[in-house]
């Protein structure tokens, strides 16, 4: 990897890995600047080439306790944030966190935690998302009042894939909006994904239990809310869920030794683990590795950031469209706009203070809360389906046809979606002569032709957003047919039909 400055030459050297000591990383320093010497992949007993840069900050500073200020991290453990702080800014680190794939797609709420990936990232510290293929079909009892119920490792490994797209279209789109065409001035450190599946698929029974269970203390594991809250309450634990946190503290184990991991971050519910994995490396190694936790993210009323009436907002487009997500955020009240700015947006804190003031003087322009549908619409579905969701809101609020124009069929049934409502679409060819009688009919606007023509003539059916009353009126191109080749139909006040012409 390599660091650029403005002004300072690249110095290359070559050592031998003897110099290295076991670190893959020099820091040398003289009157003039600092320079970061990395280890290229090599045989051990090869000689090695470094290329030395000294290192320059864009946005962040590579602290990444200053992030408490905007509400990302809830705690850090040890608790010795002196420590944790001469770390990040002594050399670049590796930081990571995991997700197990329960679902088959992450969701609003697991956003905080890319989120404080990403501010590292953009500090010069190299992020790992672990994907918990194996951790996933064991099941974690954080927060969990009853047994988790066992998935089949099929539907694990699919979900897994998804996930894997969700992780790297965040951070794509990140890099291409929020990061190159911000001018940042030094590229990014590559996002490493893994799954666990690898190298528990290598590790027997014995291994496991003989080398690593050996390190764990049972009343310790006894002890960790997630465990204790399962034995005071009736609902029994089982051996597989109590030993998860063995596997979750092996994770971090591995990734230390393989890639130099010195940090976890993790929502607040996994502090457990995460003292399982810290407590497992100072026993083998003698190493000081440091947990973060971000905060539990909720709205007013105690819910959970992202979950509506038990339903999820997720990162899937096809699971929760653009539009959707953009539309969830711009219901954001406005006693919370302003934490949600601080944790889900790359603003700098006295741009948010602008908007806040902005948005302050005429909050029912709701300024701020567009600013955070366009930075997260931006980041989740990229450029594209940010367009998507401003067409289809101003197609839907704004009775805008020329956004009406800018959507295809699809889109158009999840935008008009609405409950107690009916949505359909149909396809029909466009014949000599075709009446507006003849296309509701066709369209299934109506059961029969005695109502199509009563409700017509009464003034209740519209197409792209325009009341028609003539059920003889001849359909034509250009005036009830879209460049897009789609009509909008609807009946009454909720009832919306989609037409695809055969043009």
Request: with cysteine; proline share 4%.
């Amino acid at each position: 990897m390599l660091y650029y400055h403005k002004t300072a030459p690249v110095a290359v050297a070559a050592v031998t890995t003897k110099q290295l000591v076991m670190s893959s990383t020099i820091v040398l320093r003289h009157h003039h600047s600092s320079r970061i010497w990395r280890r290229s992949s090599s045989p051990s007993d090869q000689l090695v080439t470094y290329y030395s840069q000294p290192l320059t900050r864009s946005y962040t500073n590579r602290n990444l306790l200053s992030f408490k200020e905007r509400g990302l991290i809830s705690d850090i453990f040890p608790d010795n944030e002196k420590n944790l702080v001469d770390l990040c800014n002594s050399c670049p680190q590796v930081i990571y966190a995991g997700f197990d794939p329960t679902a088959d797609s992450l969701h609003v709420g697991n956003l905080a935690v890319i989120m404080l990936l990403l501010q590292a990232q953009r500090a010069g510290h190299t992020p790992i998302v672990l994907i918990g293929e194996a951790t996933g079909r064991i099941g974690d009892p954080s927060f969990k009042s009853t047994e988790r119920p066992e998935l089949d490792s099929k539907v694990v490994h699919q979900n897994a894939k998804e996930i894997v797209k969700n992780v790297q279209a965040v951070f794509e789109n990140h890099k291409k909006i929020f990061w190159d065409d911000k001018g940042g001035s030094e590229p990014l450190p590559e996002l490493r994904v893994v799954n666990n599946l690898q190298w528990y698929q290598q590790l027997t029974a014995m291994d496991l239990i003989g080398k690593i269970g050996r390190h764990f203390r049972l009343g310790q594991m006894l002890a960790r809310q997630s465990v204790a809250s399962r034995l005071v309450v009736d609902a029994p634990i089982s051996y597989t869920e109590f030993s998860y946190q063995v596997f979750q503290g092996y994770d971090w184990m591995y990734l230390f030794q393989t890639y130099g991991c010195h940090i976890q971050i993790g929502g607040h519910d996994q502090m457990g683990n995460i003292v399982s994995g810290h407590d497992l490396i100072s026993r083998t190694h003698k190493k000081q590795v440091y947990g973060i936790t971000v905060p539990l993210i909720t709205s007013e009323t105690g819910n959970k950031y992202g979950k509506t009436a038990g339903n999820a907002v997720w990162l899937d487009p096809q699971k929760t469209s653009p539009f959707e997500l953009y539309q969830f955020l711009i219901r954001t009240k406005d006693n919370e706009i302003k934490k949600l700015l601080s944790i889900y947006t790359f603003l700098q804190d006295s741009e948010i203070k602008a908007l806040m003031n902005k948005h302050q003087s005429k909050p029912e322009n709701r300024i701020a809360q567009k600013e955070l549908a366009k930075n997260l619409t931006l980041l989740v579905h990229g450029e594209i389906g940010l367009s998507v969701a401003e067409k289809a809101t101003a197609a839907l609020f704004s009775e805008n046809i020329e956004a009406l124009s800018g959507l295809n069929a699809e889109e158009i049934l999840k935008v008009f979606k609405s409950p107690g409502g009916t949505i359909g679409i149909s396809q029909v060819t466009l014949e000599p002569g075709t009446t507006i009688l003849d296309m509701s009919i066709s369209a299934g606007c109506f059961q029969n032709k005695g109502d199509a023509m009563r409700i017509i003539s009464a003034g209740g059916f519209f197409l792209n957003y325009q009341r028609v009353s003539n059920f003889d009126e001849v359909i034509v191109p250009g005036i009830h047919i879209l460049p897009n080749q789609l009509t909008l139909a609807r009946v009454g006040r909720k009832n919306y039909y989609v037409v695809k012409w055969n043009l």
